[in-house]
């Protein structure tokens, strides 16, 4: 398996452009998360999808950012217009939902976000 | 709302020199206490979940253990290897999010 797959590692951009982040989960995992890591903030999650359904985007900061999972196998998460202070590392994480009802959450490699 | 807390922020090490790293939490309804390792550039890495107190994991020279507010990671005579930034995350009975914690960043000198 190849794991979680996430594109691009690093994306340098100016304030104001469109920035679009993509994530492929495992497959067979019907859970997938969006978390942002910041060196202030640490570990934040985002949003996340259930069967390709948004269940929370509580954490999503404004509607600058959207989220979107149009197939079991692909998601993306946009940025429009882009603003310094998003910069920070995304990452995608999936996972099968178990028996105890505990996630183990298996996360992708992460795309590092500059906004200049 | 959960929450969680470890200490210390940074912790360095000699080679062999035995520690532990402390994880508090609050959660409503624990369904899992979570450990993770994360390298440099790397997402991080799965390497336990605890269910209940009392309950303890081990692998290799870590070992987790799980209290009703706190969980420590104790890391025996820890080699250069072991240099990594470890998290901790709590899920609660509410939902299928995990809130993580700051993490430690373990520096381990030869």
């Known amino acids: 398996d190849a794991g979680v797959i996430q594109s691009p590692r690093h994306e340098v951009t100016e304030m104001g452009q469109e920035v679009t982040l993509r994530c492929k989960p495992i497959?067979?995992?019907?859970?997938l998360f969006w978390y942002r890591q910041t060196m202030m903030r640490g570990l934040e999650l985002l949003i996340y999808?259930?069967?390709?359904?948004?269940?929370?985007d509580s954490g999503m900061p404004e509607d600058r950012f959207s989220a979107k999972m149009p197939n079991a196998s692909f998601s993306t998460l946009k940025i429009q217009p882009s603003e310094p202070r998003d910069s920070a590392v995304y990452f995608c994480?999936?996972?099968?939902?178990?028996?105890?009802?505990?996630?183990?959450?298996?996360f992708g490699a992460g795309s590092r976000l500059t906004v200049l | 709302e959960d929450q969680v807390t470890q200490s210390p922020e940074a912790l360095r090490l000699q080679e062999g020199e035995s520690s532990s790293l402390n994880c508090s939490y609050t959660v409503s309804g624990l369904r899992g206490l979570f450990w993770y390792r994360q390298d440099p550039g790397k997402g991080p890495e799965f390497l336990f979940t605890l269910y209940s107190a009392g309950e303890e994991k081990e692998k290799e020279r870590l070992k987790a253990t799980l209290t009703k507010k706190e969980s420590f990671l104790h890391i025996t005579a820890p080699k250069p290897e072991d240099s990594a930034t470890y998290l901790c995350?709590?899920?609660?009975?509410?939902?299928?999010?995990?809130?993580f914690g700051g993490g430690t960043r373990v520096l381990v000198k030869p």
């Open positions: 995350a709590v899920q609660g009975a509410a939902g299928n999010k995990l809130t």
């Open positions: 994480a999936s996972t099968v939902l178990r028996h105890s009802g505990a996630n183990v959450l298996t």
């Open positions: 497959s067979g995992h019907d859970y």
């Open positions: 999808f259930n069967n390709n359904v948004p269940i929370d």
